[in-house]
């Protein structure tokens, strides 16, 4: 066969394999010349056809020629005269769909095919050719018909198709065949080469190894020559196996030790089985093995010291990042469990309880005639103040309730002009540097026209109550006419109010000056007073505003100290009103549960939360007790409670009082407080009553089981919130809050019996004694930190101690009373505390006998001491606090001259 033969061969073969074999069976000539090289040009040409070029891409590792296509001699008319069967060529002499680009490079990955052996032809005979692809059935071409001497073509076997792994450019395919190339040469060469399948596979020279192997799994041609089918796949072929395996290089595998190769089938066999065991096999509602205290009826023997908590002090970026992670579900499954571990808020968990539950402190008076009173209550009241010991000629004394009546009586002021003077207070205050921020919202008008009313009333001589004229401030989480309902948020009340609480309109109805609403903690969830709320901002403690009121009722106890006004109204839920009085040096009344109506504020723990005055003296606290203590039909907790009465506060001396002290749990406080308080107690003794030593059992359960019950009833209530309004939240509510977030309601449950068990207790102690004391706090006023008032803070540490004394009054409902003995060097108040029952006379927690108590604590330790100590009771001699105002020196015409010293 000479060159020229051999170059059609070629490109016959080639246009063959080629995807555009439907094309290239419309030809009638067909001239290739294909040869080494990098480029290869086959010329289509058909009478008015112009002249296409297929540009395929080799090999550069071969050297780059381009042939120029020729003519076929005359004598081989007979292709041209060969033509399609069926089917015509679509416009332009090739279909539309099968045009190629021009200058694109067309890559396709095939299979293959078996060859077999071809038979030598005479040299005079015709060539004739059988395509090794023809096309699927479907198709509307076919191949080019055979000369009309050529022998007859054998129906073609379709074998199974096996695409090939490796995209092999077409130019292999269309290479010329070497002459003389026999079935048996091929057969031996095929022996001799261990990559060529059955058949063999031939390769151009210097290409054998990159030849792809025959796929085995091809079946051998029977016949004189076998054609094979390629699929007309549109993605890239699947990979054969086989061919892989013989062609594919394979990266060679690191030889693990036995070792190894047994620990790597048996690591996921045990994580297999461990999650099948966690799965479907662990109960985790269940404790198998956890043992369970069993408490008996009868209490502990005696009381043990309360545990500190565990918690870092964290403001500024470290507390965005741990109330960010509390909030994750890292946080919730991890670091919360984990804080509440070092806090012993698991202890009511394993712990049985065989006592009901007692979902809210309610305890319903006996039955008993009603014993007839020798006085009334407003002649009871005359006689208490006019009892007040007179101050100190060179000690400050707070303005109470008294100095103002005696003002309006006389007509030496009225209520309008103290209502002038309050206003100018107001306005100094918030200039001042930095400002007090007690009150955050008030009104000019509604304060004149409520001072005017009251001045005509006194000019008419018929006030209405001893609170007539009286400048009163009111805690943002009670409903007030026209302020903003907020509780200490930046979201809530939105709009003003149109009703007010029950305390306020009784305050209204008594005559009583509210001259605004005071700040808070936000929501009352710390005891710090601290709020970096735009509408609100940190109060300032008058006795150092360096350090903090106290919380949640911050604005009211600074109102109060500041010599705004004698008396304002709080809510305490866990020392709300008894913490911000003790670090202002106040006095604060903490209620009987039920005692003073909660309708109309926002119900945050309604089964913790008692109302109650934080005042300038106990005399002004039993007066605010006598006139807004009453039952309420609006607020159905406190509908079984008696009528205030105050027959017993005027006995001449402290002789038959009983006073119970818990030594263990007493000194359980700051060196400085404990000096202080011990020293009251030693007074108290000496002036008649008797101290008898008690013990109160379980009082770190009281700790746990009053928080599990004050948060789970937060969370309850600001759940939607908490959902809607997670960001407008302070960072130290949010972190309150995914803590709360943890109990469960067994947690719940068992913090309710257990509170079924303290009440049993105090019921036991009440007995024998009439009173318990402790100190106020176990701690002073903490510091303010510069991060504290942009982000706020959390102390754990901190808010147990100050919260140590104060829990049990609001976990059983009893009643609390505060009042300032002394301060520490720094010059910080420190608060005693009288919490009191009386079951044989009126059956619930009378909070007479803590006033008793507490007023007779006022009154006969005047100028006991009068040594520059740290200890002073005596209400003449009272430490000036940094910041007082005093509105009753306020005259008009000199209405700033009530503020007796600025900020230092």
């Known amino acids: 066969m000479g060159l020229a033969s051999q170059r059609r061969r070629g490109l016959a073969d080639g246009l063959e394999r080629s995807p555009h074999w439907p094309v290239a069976s419309q030809l009638s000539l067909a001239v290739g010349g294909l040869a080494a090289g990098d480029w290869a040009l086959a010329v289509t040409v058909r009478a008015g056809v112009p002249i296409r070029r297929t540009r395929q891409c080799q090999p550069a590792a071969r050297s780059a020629r381009l042939q120029r296509a020729r003519f076929l001699p005359s004598s081989c008319s007979w292709l041209r005269r060969a033509g399609p069967a069926r089917g015509k060529p679509a416009r332009g002499g090739l279909p539309q769909e099968q045009t190629t680009p021009r200058g694109k490079c067309h890559w396709r990955s095939i299979t293959l095919p078996t060859p077999t052996p071809h038979k030598p032809r005479p040299t005079h005979t015709p060539y004739t050719h059988t395509p090794l692809y023809p096309l699927h059935a479907h198709s509307p071409y076919t191949p080019l018909h055979p000369h009309p001497l050529a022998p007859p073509i054998p129906t073609p076997r379709t074998p199974t198709l096996h695409p090939s792994p490796l995209p092999i450019p077409l130019h292999h395919l269309a290479h010329p065949r070497p002459a003389g190339q026999t079935p048996a040469a091929r057969k031996s060469r095929a022996r001799q080469s261990p990559r060529a399948g059955a058949g063999g596979a031939w390769a151009p020279p210097g290409e054998s190894s990159r030849r792809p192997a025959i796929c085995p799994a091809l079946p051998a041609s029977p016949g004189p020559q076998q054609p094979h089918v390629l699929p007309r796949h549109k993605s890239r072929p699947r990979r054969c196996r086989a061919v ?58 005696g009381s043990q010291p309360p545990r500190d908590a565990w918690g870092p002090r964290l403001s500024g970026q470290p507390l965005r990042l741990i109330v960010h992670l509390v909030n994750t579900a890292f946080g919730q499954f991890c670091l919360v469990p984990f804080l509440m571990r070092q806090n012993n808020l698991f202890l009511l968990r394993y712990i049985h309880i065989s006592e009901d539950p007692t979902f809210f402190p309610e305890v319903a008076a006996e039955a008993k005639k009603d014993k007839p009173e020798t006085k009334s209550i407003a002649e009871i009241l005359e006689q208490l103040m006019e009892m007040r010991s007179p101050s100190a000629p060179s000690g400050f004394s707070f303005r109470k309730i008294q100095d103002y009546l005696n003002s309006y009586r006389t007509g030496e002021l009225t209520p309008t002009q103290i209502a002038e003077n309050v206003i100018s207070l107001l306005e100094d205050c918030e200039k001042s540097s930095p400002p007090l921020r007690a009150i955050v919202q008030w009104d000019k008008q509604q304060i004149r026209m409520m001072a005017e009313a009251s001045t005509t009333r006194y000019r008419n001589k018929c006030p209405l109550s001893p609170l007539d004229g009286i400048p009163v401030c009111v805690k943002e989480e009670i409903k007030v006419v026209p302020y903003y309902h907020r509780s200490g948020t930046a979201y809530l009340g939105t709009q003003p109010e149109t009703e007010d609480a029950t305390l306020t309109r009784k305050l209204r109805e008594a005559g009583a000056v509210i001259i605004g609403v005071s700040n808070m903690h936000e929501l009352g969830t710390g005891t ?54 003790s670090f202002c040096g106040v006095v604060g009344l903490k209620g009987t549960f039920g005692c003073f109506s909660a309708y109309g504020c926002h119900p945050l723990s309604y089964s913790t939360v008692s109302l109650g005055p934080i ?31 105050l027959s017993d506060v005027l006995a001449p001396d402290l002789k038959g009082l009983k006073l119970g002290v818990d030594w263990t749990f007493f000194k359980a406080c700051n060196a400085e407080i404990l000096a202080v308080c011990q020293k009251a107690v030693e007074h108290l003794q000496a002036l008649g009553a008797t101290v008898v030593e008690v013990s109160l059992p379980e009082m770190e359960e009281v700790r746990v089981a009053h928080l599990i019950c004050i948060l789970s009833e937060m969370r309850d209530f600001l759940q939607p919130d908490f959902n809607h309004h997670f960001q407008d939240m302070n960072l130290e509510t949010r972190a309150n809050l995914a803590l709360a977030s943890k109990f469960t309601a067994l947690d719940y449950i068992k913090a309710n019996r257990q509170r079924s068990r303290n009440m049993r207790f105090l019921k036991e102690i009440f007995a024998t004694v009439n009173c318990i004391l402790t100190p106020a706090t176990a701690c002073t006023a903490p510091k303010i930190h510069a991060t504290d008032l942009e982000t706020g803070n959390s102390d754990i540490l901190t808010t147990i101690r100050t919260m140590r004394y104060v829990q049990l009054a609001n976990f ?9 003995v002394g301060y520490t060097a720094a010059g910080l108040p420190i608060n005693f505390q009288v919490s009191t029952a009386s079951p044989v006379n009126v059956g619930a927690w009378p909070d007479q006998t803590a006033l008793r108590c507490m007023d007779w604590v006022f009154l006969v330790l005047v100028a006991v001491y009068t040594s520059r100590g740290s200890w002073n009771p005596v209400l003449g001699n009272f430490k000036l606090p940094i910041s007082s105002v005093d509105p009753l020196l306020c005259k008009t015409a000199d209405p700033g001259s009530g503020i007796a010293l600025a900020w230092t």
């Open 812 to 820: 059983t409902g009893i009643p609390g009373l505060v009042v300032p």
């Open 528 to 581: 710090t007073g601290c709020n970096p709320s735009r509408f609100h901002g940190t109060t300032r403690n008058p006795y150092n505003p360096k350090h903090f009121t106290g919380g949640s009722s911050s604005g009211s106890a600074a109102a109060v100290a500041a010599g705004l006004c004698p008396l304002s109204i709080g809510t305490d839920g866990g020392g709300s009103v008894r913490i911000p009085a």
């Open 244 to 301: 892989a395996a013989r062609v594919s290089p394979r990266p060679c595998a690191l030889a693990l030790p036995a070792g190894t190769m047994a620990l790597a089938l048996l690591l996921p066999a045990a994580l297999l089985l461990l999650l099948l065991y966690l799965g479907f096999v662990r109960c985790f509602t269940a404790a198998p093995n956890a043992v369970f205290q069993c408490r008996e009826r009868a209490g502990a023997a």
């Open 615 to 645: 005042c300038a003296s106990v005399t002004d606290a039993a007066i605010a007790y006598s006139i807004l203590a009453a039952p309420d039909p609006l607020y159905p907790y406190g509908l079984h409670q008696p009528k205030p009465s």
